[in-house]
């Protein structure tokens, strides 16, 4: 039997009874068993190394021994698993832990709001709570922008193939070009004109909500002098600063939150994926106290407190008592970014461009179609690796932070030789 008519009966259940929604087990046709810190198994006992860390909530890798311990523990004492948002000690434990070791160190002063338990729930309530304190209704978002799958998150973002999948009109966003969205223009002084002008169409927002690395909108990562730019224009014109470091916080940059080395300070922060520390879900919303005006169940969720979650995510707060762990995400994306840039010059034939900063990076490549052949080849070679970009022209690069040396090699040489099979 060929290899593409063993997979097809491989997946044979999930093609005829699963959803046609169904994306990543499209990509890579086979049925994953086992995981353990940067590598994947499937039930033939192939190897995968894993540049994908589910889509950046394994920032800590699979299954980290010292959680795993914890929640298993926890579970075998009968500890409250469901709670909402009542006390339980795993809850008040992440508070003060959170609290001590990232914001406090930080000379961050927020209120931490659980919403519900993904990304875009964070986003969701991000939103209205802007809207309540200004009063206003509009918010500005960026080009090439991905905030989530919901109404509210979806319609800040840009890909026109989601957002048509809302089935309404998406209205009271306002998107403006990101940094360097067209070359040699200064979409800061496009942005600020629009505010100024009376005649522009664009109300004062509620708030202007971006990320700072646009992971799904190509690995698009925005200057330092340009995120104090829009921070300037958010604090002159009374708007809420929203960051959505759902995908670029929790390290992955290189420091805890993606806006650090900008020396930035937003009024609102969200925060999931890999705050969850070992794949469970989780959200926070982080508030400057001035404007957490909700009322008590102003909005809620009835996964808002997942406690084996806070377990995890308490856990994996150690990583971050010094600045060890930090050093050596730097060391890997610095490797990894050295790494891109030899492939980009050896093959000319990607017309390549490297994206990105810290360990989430990617390969632009121009030919349409490319990068997910890449993909798609690295995935038979054993490498668990996707595409971003508004056309999927990026081979996107996010492995776990706890990665060592040799699987980065390991992982950058089975794409390597992906690159020489395709392009050949």
Not at 33 to 56: C, N, P, Q, R, S
Not at 358 to 372: H, K, N, S, T
Not at 379 to 403: A, M
Request: charged letters at 25%.
């Amino acid at each position: 039997m060929t290899t593409a008519v063993i997979q097809d009966t491989k997946m044979k259940t999930f093609e005829e009874m699963e959803s046609a929604v169904r994306s990543y087990s499209r990509g890579w046709p086979t049925i994953f068993d086992k995981a353990k810190g940067y590598k994947l198994w499937d039930t033939d006992g192939k190897e995968y190394i894993d540049f994908f860390a589910g889509a950046g909530t394994l920032n800590y890798g699979h299954n980290d021994q010292a959680m795993q311990d914890k929640i298993i523990e926890y579970i075998q004492n009968d500890g409250i698993i469901h709670s909402l948002d009542m006390g339980t000690t795993p809850r008040k434990n992440f508070l003060e832990r959170f609290n001590e070791v990232i914001l406090k160190p930080r000379n961050l002063d927020y209120k931490i709001m659980f919403p519900g338990p993904t990304g875009t729930n964070t986003v969701e309530s991000a939103l209205k709570i802007a809207r309540k304190v200004t009063g206003r209704d509009s918010v500005i978002s960026f080009t090439n922008a991905f905030h989530g799958m919901t109404i509210g998150s979806l319609s800040v973002t840009a890909n026109s193939f989601k957002r048509h999948g809302a089935g309404v009109p998406l209205h009271h966003t306002v998107s403006m070009p990101f940094d360097d969205y067209v070359e040699d223009q200064d979409s800061i002084a496009y942005l600020e004109r629009f505010l100024e002008d009376s005649g522009s169409g664009v109300a004062l927002p509620a708030a202007i909500i971006l990320e700072t690395v646009q992971g799904e909108g190509g690995i698009n990562a925005a200057r330092m002098n340009w995120l104090k730019k829009v921070e300037a224009l958010c604090k002159r014109w009374d708007i809420l600063l929203i960051v959505d470091d759902v995908q670029a916080g929790n390290g992955r940059t290189g420091t805890y939150f993606s806006f650090e080395p900008a020396g930035i300070e937003p009024d609102v922060v969200c925060l999931s994926k890999s705050i969850g520390g070992i794949g469970l879900p989780m959200a926070i919303t982080l508030i400057k106290p001035e404007y957490d005006q909700w009322g008590p169940g102003e909005h809620n969720g009835t996964f808002r407190g997942n406690n084996l979650a806070f377990i995890a995510a308490t856990e994996a707060l150690k990583n971050w008592e010094s600045a060890e762990f930090s050093e050596a995400v730097q060391e890997k994306a610095n490797f990894l970014r050295e790494t891109v840039e030899k492939l980009i010059e050896k093959y000319p034939q990607l017309k390549g461009e490297a994206r990105g900063r810290g360990l989430m990076q990617g390969i632009a490549i121009e030919e349409e179609g490319l990068a997910g052949k890449i993909c798609a080849e690295a995935f038979q070679r054993g490498l668990i690796v996707e595409t971003s970009g508004p056309n999927d022209e990026v081979v996107k690069f996010l492995p776990p932070l706890v990665i060592d040396r040799e699987g980065l090699e390991k992982g950058l040489s089975i794409l390597e030789e992906s690159i020489i099979q395709v392009t050949a």
